[in-house]
């Protein structure tokens, strides 16, 4: 009895090693591995109104390419924005020193050297370029001087197009909630069903959408094609110069002192001192510039709170009276219908959370965002002030930018209550903020490759389905001993 016991047991041991051979097979390697030793970029985003820095941080082994590249922390510059110093360009400079000197702190010393570090400029800078290229390349000079002093891998600073800028956000987004490609828990990559995000940024100067469409563009310069982890993209964007939150806030001050003498968009029992030149000197108002004025006068303007005038107001921004394409969004620009899920990012979030956490008022619908802008238009200045806790930056201006994006989306892009419903108001995408300054650094760095990361990884790929088969079959060799060990045992007991 105990001979026959112990001819089963090689079968069986056998058995057990080809199990134990497939559940670690199964397991999770990355589950495994040690911690990676992390690899630092850093992006100055240099928009009109102020700069931001970012330091993003990813594992070193270069395995793992995707969805991997997070935001270790980020620093606000003070003062204006970049273009703000076109009279004294050094101070340009100078104003970054602060969050530049944090980065060396936060960036380990023995990274410093290996850490590509970029400045992207945006709108401010681009409406600088129009108005005097001179100032602009003084300005983008002197912020060069200041960071080639630093001991990072400084690759250059830069103005994007309003196309880089649109696409970079779109490309930030969909790569942070994992649209292109995902990381399985096998350890594999795969492709997403869910498709891409479309993307809507609202900077202080222009503002951007992008979204993947299904045939070409009428307008080439409308079209971006991209090649992601071996996926093809073709994506409509545009890029609108003067449509950003301060710039439009100018256009309206300038269309208020010009048509009404008041100011409708703002609440009631409040007025400022207007100085001209702030408002006429943005190439933006050029086209509402009187003949004559003198710059340093200074006018009385008082809100109104009237939402139906301030409309009104805002509505002349748009041109909707050409269009040379089958289908524009608004100034003669070709846009097709609005399709998928989009992402408002930047002033676009900072208004919706607005209404919504300070206002208290809903924005599920197209039909709710614009209750919500009469509401608060219809707000005179002692009302707000006492809906609003604490101190409230650009209080007075909350009514004009909703409007505006009220009007933009409806009127301008050409949402609607069942396209509405597919946006989400965002500006982070777990600790990362969403916005065009990752996606520039993923491909400057040559981090989104072209072909997927399951090509180089084929030789793993294939080398871990040997493994499976050859633990499959010494499973069954064992099966087919362990068989053959209890028939024979049970054919020699009947005899
Ligand atoms: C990204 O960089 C490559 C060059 O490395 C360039 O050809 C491509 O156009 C860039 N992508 C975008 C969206 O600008
Ligand atoms: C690889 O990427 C995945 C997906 O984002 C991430 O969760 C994981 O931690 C990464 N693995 C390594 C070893 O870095
Ligand atoms: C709208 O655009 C067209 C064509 O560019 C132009 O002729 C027209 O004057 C514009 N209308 C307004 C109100 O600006
Ligand atoms: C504006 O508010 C007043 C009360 O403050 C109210 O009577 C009026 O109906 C409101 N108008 C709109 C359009 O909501």
Redesign the pocket.
Same mark, same amino acid.
């Given at each position: 009895m105990a001979g026959k016991v112990l001819s089963l047991l090689p079968p069986l041991l056998l058995a057990a090693a080809g199990l134990a051979g497939l559940l670690l097979l199964c397991v999770p390697t990355r589950d495994v591995r040690e911690p990676p030793a992390l690899k630092y970029g850093i992006v100055l985003d240099a928009g009109s109104s102020h700069t931001s820095m970012f330091i993003y941080k990813w594992p070193a082994d270069k395995k793992n390419d995707t969805g991997i590249v997070g935001q270790h922390s980020s620093c606000e510059v003070h003062g204006g924005g970049i273009s703000s110093y076109a009279d004294n360009p050094s101070r340009a400079g100078q104003s970054l020193v602060e969050c530049l000197d944090q980065a060396l702190q936060e960036v380990p010393r023995e990274r410093h050297v290996g850490t590509p570090l970029y400045l992207g400029a945006t709108a401010g800078m681009r409406l600088l370029k129009l108005t005097s290229p001179e100032a602009s390349a003084n300005v983008l000079a002197a912020v060069t001087q200041t960071l080639t002093q630093y001991p990072f891998d400084f690759r250059g600073a830069h103005i994007l197009s309003g196309q880089?800028e649109g696409?970079?956000g779109w490309v930030t987004a969909n790569y942070l909630l994992e649209n292109f490609i995902k990381y399985g828990w096998v350890g594999q990559w795969f492709r997403p069903r869910k498709g891409t995000l479309g993307a809507m940024d609202l900077g202080g100067a222009s503002t951007q959408i992008t979204f993947e469409m299904a045939g070409p563009a009428e307008d080439p310069t409308n079209e971006?094609q991209?090649r992601l982890y071996g996926q093809h993209y073709r994506v409509y964007t545009h890029s609108f110069l003067c449509y950003g939150r301060d710039q439009v806030l100018l256009r309206l001050l300038a269309g208020a002192l010009q048509t009404y003498g008041f100011h409708p968009c703002w609440p009631r029992g409040y007025s400022s001192q207007v100085l001209l030149q702030d408002v006429y000197e943005s190439p933006c108002t050029v086209a509402q510039r009187p003949q004559t004025f003198t710059g340093s006068t200074r006018v009385n303007l008082s809100g109104t709170s009237d939402p139906a005038l301030c409309r009104g107001l805002i509505l002349e921004l748009f041109n909707f009276s050409s269009c040379h394409f089958s289908q524009c969004s608004f100034n003669g620009i070709f846009q097709p219908p609005v399709a998928g899920n989009f992402i408002g990012f930047s002033a676009f979030f900072y208004t919706v959370d607005f209404l919504r956490t300070v206002m208290g008022l809903p924005v599920e619908t197209l039909q709710q965002l614009e209750v919500a802008v009469v509401t608060i238009c219809n707000q005179t200045w002692s009302e707000l002030q006492a809906r609003v806790p604490g101190e409230q930056a650009r209080l007075p201006d909350y009514c004009a930018v909703a409007t505006f994006v009220q009007q933009l989306l409806s009127q301008g892009y050409g949402f609607q209550e069942h396209t509405f419903r597919g946006v989400t108001f965002q500006k982070k995408a777990g600790d990362t903020t969403v916005g065009w300054a990752l996606g520039y650094m993923l =491909?400057l760095t =040559?981090l989104i490759p072209a072909e997927p990361p399951g090509m180089r990884k084929g030789t793993d790929l294939s080398a871990w389905v040997a493994l499976v088969l050859l633990c499959t079959a010494i499973l069954l060799a064992a099966a087919v001993l362990l068989l053959r060990r209890v028939r024979a045992a049970k054919l020699s007991s009947t005899i």
């Open positions: 880089d696409v970079f971006v991209l =491909n =040559n």
